[in-house]
């Protein structure tokens, strides 16, 4: 019998805890910033008072006082806390991705609170998958393309204006039992860009292996790791790369299905998105004890700083509208 997943936060539970509950939303903020207890920044004390309804924690000693979201991804936040908790939670515990207009309707806001929400979390899970290095004796690894069918004729395989996108999947046997995936943009797909990703994503020996569909930009590698780099016949019920194929098809559907005309420049925040979704696919309730680790581990990212960071990086990917 198939092993079930582990059950994620239930939707019910989390109402009944903290709907109408200011004081164990804040509760939950608050623990999470200070996983080891209060220390002022100032004095060092560590007595405090907490000031629910300002969202404020002030020091018993010297008066000063800390606002609950001051130096995280949250800073300037303006949502009721209940409402913050609950787009966290509905979006990290989605299955497949949830759209910045799902978001609006789930809690009441408008469309550019919800996005810059969904943009929030997002940053989030980047930054998580940025601790990921795949460690396997086997690996999966191709160049995929996302992205709207050109409308310029002689546009096919390489020459295409997709946005390419660099995967590498990390399996127990040999094209079986999927591990961890990492995904990146890439300006094109070359071996230079292999030669700059890969070492950075898996773990590197000659007694692992890497298996490509027949590209010769993995050669660059063959000092490293075992390439296996023989063409793919997908005519086969069980041919090499099967997992890498179904699970990057899947994320391909995810992106193009839920996120609807979004531009190329959000593109790196969704392969993260969906990165972290598979990678994190048999945390369960535990999503929710990962949520206050994640909720500390940033400075404050404010809507104009997130669209300048994307702008600047949009020279490295190619132009693409997913």
């Not at 497949?96 to 806001?109: N, Q, R, T, Y």
């Not at 949520?291 to 500390?296: G, M, P, Q």
Request: proline share 4%; hydrophobic share 35%.
């Amino acid at each position: 019998m198939k092993a079930l997943k582990p059950k994620k936060p239930s939707l019910i539970e989390f109402t009944r805890k903290y709907s109408n509950d200011e004081e164990a939303c804040y509760d939950f903020f608050w623990n999470a910033k200070h996983p080891d207890g209060f220390v002022c920044e100032k004095c060092g004390c560590t007595h405090y008072r907490k000031i629910t309804r300002h969202r404020v924690t002030e020091c018993k000693e010297c008066g000063h006082q800390e606002y609950l979201f001051a130096g995280t991804i949250f800073q300037d936040n303006k949502l009721p806390l209940y409402k913050l908790l609950l787009g966290i939670l509905l979006f990290f515990t989605s299955n497949k991705g949830i759209s910045a207009v799902e978001m609006c309707s789930h809690l009441d806001v408008n469309y550019k609170t919800a996005s810059l929400l969904c943009r929030k979390c997002r940053i989030l899970m980047a930054d998580d998958n940025a601790s990921y290095v795949l460690n396997s004796m086997f690996y999966e690894s191709d160049v995929i393309y996302i992205g709207a069918k050109s409308k310029e004729p002689g546009h096919r395989g390489m020459g295409t204006t997709k946005q390419p996108f660099l995967t590498v999947l990390s399996t127990g046997e040999e094209n079986r039992y999927p591990k961890y995936i990492r995904l990146v943009p890439v300006a094109v797909d070359s071996g230079e860009n292999i030669s700059r990703y890969i070492p950075s994503f898996i773990m590197l020996s000659k007694d692992r292996v890497l298996n490509t569909d027949g590209k010769t930009t993995y050669n660059i590698l063959k000092d490293r790791i075992t390439v296996n780099n023989c063409k793919i016949d997908y005519d086969e019920d069980d041919h090499r790369l099967y997992w890498l194929n179904t699970i990057v098809g899947n994320i391909q559907n995810h992106i193009t299905g839920i996120y609807h005309g979004e531009s190329r420049r959000d593109l790196p925040l969704f392969l993260a998105e969906q990165e972290f979704r598979f990678n994190n696919r048999n945390e369960g309730k535990a999503l929710i004890d990962n949520i206050r680790i994640y909720f500390n581990q940033l400075f404050p990212c404010p809507r104009r700083l997130i669209k300048s960071v994307l702008d600047k990086a949009l020279p490295l990917f190619a132009p693409v509208c997913v």
